[in-house]
């Protein structure tokens, strides 16, 4: 008898070092493994910038929202898109 890695339920191996009940857990395992990799990934990037340059942070996070802002009211302002084929 084994425990599930992802549920924690318990289970009867197929095979040997099987840790998961069946191909969703396993699945569901890794999805969550892969997401948590990209966070922190985009973390070590974020922190690193932070590293790099301590002053005027406050001031590029501004700057960047205001972008972002441009973005989505561009994007939502009604004027349709003219997507050339
Ligand atoms: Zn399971």
């Known amino acids: 008898m084994a425990q599930c890695k992802e549920c924690g339920k318990g ?3 197929n095979r040997p070092f099987q840790v ?3 191909d969703y857990c396993r699945g569901a395992y890794h999805r969550r ?3 948590q990799q ?3 990934e985009a973390e070590d990037r974020r922190e690193a910038r ?3 340059d301590g002053r005027g ?3 590029e996070r501004q ?3 205001e972008v972002l802002a441009r973005i989505i009211t561009q ?3 009604g004027r349709p898109r003219i997507r050339r084929i």
Request: one cysteine or more; aromatic letters at 12%.
């Open 38 to 40: 990209k966070v922190e």
């Open 63 to 65: 700057k960047a929202s």
């Open 50 to 52: 932070l590293n790099g």
């Open 57 to 59: 942070t406050e001031e």
């Open 33 to 35: 493994r892969y997401r």
């Open 20 to 22: 998961f009940c069946n």
């Open 75 to 77: 994007s939502t302002s």
């Open 11 to 13: 289970f009867i191996e």
